[in-house]
């Protein structure tokens, strides 16, 4: 039994039975036989009247699903409540989305081969849809992969992360009440072996996975012929920031995006690039700010940074503080774990560029801030690992913020705001080892469908 517990204080939150090899395979079966005799899916009116319902059910649960997905996430409160209000919003796009699901006119006629022909494309289901999801957001992420999968008229079987299933659970449940019929979306709880076998099987045609780097990368390197796959991991998120900045705007912007939901966010804010002649006007202020954030009891409704997901990651981090301090890194402030799973938000100056926590995402409440001089340096230092996600650069400078913007290697770059804004209608998605593929609600969508090109001759 998968025994779920509430990361903060180890209470047991419920007890789930593992899903077996068995299970996996009356998953596949029935999700293959589905798209096997409904290729186009589900009529759209119905999957539009489906995600219109389950919007309503949601919302009508909302505080429930907060208090749940806080609870076995560990994510404060407030912060857990706007990711069940981004969720809403999820599903309503996803429903929108499909309105706009359509081929397009392929123009003939061109050379004398092409002559006296009409073409035109059509959006085809891709077919079974597996997703590995992760836990720092158990709630909206499920939206982002199982929502995404019901609007493109695929099956899909959904493998949470196992420290935050309920969340899950209850989503698939409430697609279920919404209308969506049976086996269209299916929940399996079980363990990496057979994860990867339900990944890598030949009937599955498009993969989505959210987590670490080398089980993603692991994967890629498995699954079958044909099968389709967008991967997104984590990133080392570096900000620029500029001797013109508007200390008084980034301070709060960059404390929000490096310590929110204890920095487990795969674009956290965890290099910052400061300028020599602020650096210690910012250091001083973002030690002030990173000091009076309350850490604690994620239910509190005053709690703004909660704990790791496991105690195993407060060791990790200690360890890696350790390891940057004896290296050369100056800790400004934090540095201690509170309790088994809470750690102390904290902030470390000019940790050596081979220190794990310079080359290694922290996932954790930890900003690293390294001086430079020419600008040009901390870019290069900023793109020097295998690593490329969101980034950001401070500045008052228009020319200067999209020059530099030009040379940051990052799929999306914020101006003046930090590196973990996102709104779920936006492309998002990882360069180099930070994955492969584009999220967002509608890019999912589209990633899950497949064209047929139509060619007709009218003489």
């Not at 096997?36 to 009529?43: A, E, L, T």
């Not at 003939?108 to 035109?120: I, Q, V």
């Not at 044909?226 to 500029?242: F, K, Q, S, Y």
Request: some cysteine; aromatic content about 6%; charged content about 20%.
């Amino acid at each position: 039994m998968l025994k779920v517990c509430c990361p903060f204080d180890n209470l047991l939150l419920k007890e789930i039975p593992f899903n077996t090899a068995a299970d996996i395979e009356n998953a596949l079966s029935k999700a293959s036989n589905l798209h096997q005799y409904q290729p186009h899916g589900i009529p759209a009116y119905q999957r539009i009247e489906i995600l219109e319902k389950l919007v309503v059910l949601i919302t009508k649960q909302q505080e429930e699903i907060v208090k749940l997905a806080t609870q076995e996430g560990g994510k404060p409160y407030q912060d857990s409540k706007v990711e069940i209000l981004r969720a809403i919003n999820g599903v309503k796009l996803a429903a929108q989305a499909i309105l706009q699901l359509h081929g397009e006119q392929i123009p003939m006629g061109l050379t004398p081969s092409s002559e006296n022909r009409l073409a035109f494309t059509t959006k085809e289901p891709i077919g079974v849809v597996v997703a590995i999801s992760a836990f720092n957001h158990p709630f909206n992420l499920i939206v982002h992969q199982v929502a995404t999968a019901v609007a493109a008229g695929c099956p899909v079987i959904v493998k949470p992360a196992l420290t935050t299933p309920l969340s899950c659970i209850k989503f698939i449940n409430l697609l279920e009440e919404a209308g969506l019929p049976e086996n269209w979306a299916q929940v399996l709880i079980c363990e990496d072996g057979l994860a990867e076998k339900l990944a890598t099987d030949k009937r599955v045609a498009y993969l989505t996975f959210i987590g670490s780097a080398k089980v993603g990368w692991h994967l890629r390197s498995k699954i079958a012929a044909g099968t389709r796959i967008a991967l997104e991991h984590g990133g080392l998120a570096p900000v620029i920031v500029e001797q013109d900045a508007d200390i008084k705007e980034l301070i709060p912007a960059i404390v929000k995006g490096g310590f929110y939901h204890a920095g487990q966010v795969c674009v956290s804010v965890q290099r910052v690039f400061v300028h020599q002649k602020i650096l210690n006007e910012v250091a001083d202020k973002l030690v002030a700010e990173a000091k009076k954030l309350i850490v604690g009891n994620p239910l509190n409704e005053q709690t703004q940074v909660g704990p790791l997901i496991l105690s195993k990651e407060v060791d990790r981090i200690e360890t890696w503080i350790s390891e940057a301090v004896s290296e050369g890194a100056k800790l400004l402030c934090g540095g201690k774990r509170i309790s088994e799973t809470c750690f102390e938000p904290t902030i470390l100056l000019n940790p050596n560029k081979n220190s794990l926590v310079s080359t290694q995402e922290i996932f954790g409440p930890v900003i690293c801030l390294y001086t430079y001089s020419v600008v040009e340096d901390a870019i290069k230092q900023a793109n020097a690992l295998p690593f490329a996600f969101q980034a950001a650069v401070f500045t008052k400078n228009i020319d200067k913020a999209f020059a530099i913007t030009k040379q940051l290697n990052a799929a999306a770059v914020m101006i003046n705001d930090h590196t973990a804004f996102r709104v779920d209608w936006m492309p998002f998605g990882g360069r180099k080892e930070s994955g492969i593929g584009v999220g967002g609600i509608q890019y999912t969508i589209n990633e899950m469908l497949q064209d047929k090109l139509v060619v007709m001759r009218t003489n």
